[in-house]
């Protein structure tokens, strides 16, 4: 593609302009096309990433919560511990009480040590159910995972055969394609893209078929189309807000519409008849 440096793309003829912006056009559906080929793999892909993701910072907050609970449990056996000693002393003290109040406050002490450790196997309890609980979330995490990640290498191995067959050929477009849009103006390239990304089929400019859009197939009034093959100005379809050209400098050839054909096998049939 021959770069036009020498000229100033915003002084360029409205049909120049229009041609220009149509080849992109076809490039870019050229690329549209490639891009279809892939499907919905860089998508699926794309999630399972995000999956994968998601579950490795699961695994690492069960990990998190886990040691929380073993420290917790180590810390209620070693309470239990110091008051297993307690009750141990409290129970000796007893036997050298020299007055019924002391013997209560003792039985007491033992007596809250002995609620404490009921409390502690309690919690010990809980928190060990907790902990198998994590523990079995971790395991199905990590299996999830691994299966996540065979999908992922599949599919990403799928993508990346798709890709490499057709690179050479959308690397070529992608070039042309930036080449052509250095000899277009920058405010009418900036306005195609932009219909070019709101439009669902990706086209920003279209033909007119059939006395209507190529685009949203909304019909196009007669002066309109009158004006679109003038080539005077830019005009944009006034429904889907597309650009358009009309098919002859599209170079597309178009049917004849139906009242043409009727006429024009009319005109043939009268004439036979008078030369006959």
Known sequence: MVKEKSKDPANFTVEDKLKKLYQLQTMLSE??????????????????????????????????????LESEISERKGNMELN???????????????????????????????????????????????????????????????DRRADMDLKKSELEEIIS??????????????????????????????????????????????????????????????DIRMRKKIIVCEFCGRIMIDPELAGVEVAPKPEETKKKTRRASTRRKSEE
């Open 31 to 68: 690329i549209d096309k490639i891009k279809t080929l892939r499907g919905e793999l860089p998508l699926e892909v794309q999630d399972l990433e995000d999956e994968i993701e998601g579950l490795t910072t699961r695994i690492a907050k069960l990990e998190s919560d886990m040691k929380e």
């Open 84 to 146: 297993n000693m307690n009750i141990q002393r409290y129970k000796a003290q007893m036997d050298s009480v020299r007055n019924n109040r002391e013997y209560d406050n003792l039985s007491k002490q033992i007596e809250y040590a002995e609620l404490d450790n009921q409390l502690n196997e309690k919690k010990i309890t809980e928190a060990k159910a907790k902990l198998e609980a994590k523990k079995d979330d971790r395991y199905n995490c990590n299996i999830t995972i691994n």
């Open 165 to 226: 067959e057709n690179k050479v050929e959308e690397d070529k477009l992608r070039e042309q394609s930036k080449n052509l849009e250095m000899s277009i103006e920058p405010r009418l390239l900036t306005a195609f893209k932009r219909i070019r990304k709101n439009s669902r089929n990706g086209l920003g400019i279209v033909y007119v078929q059939r006395d209507a859009c190529g685009g949203c197939f909304n019909k196009i009034p007669p002066q309109r189309q009158v």
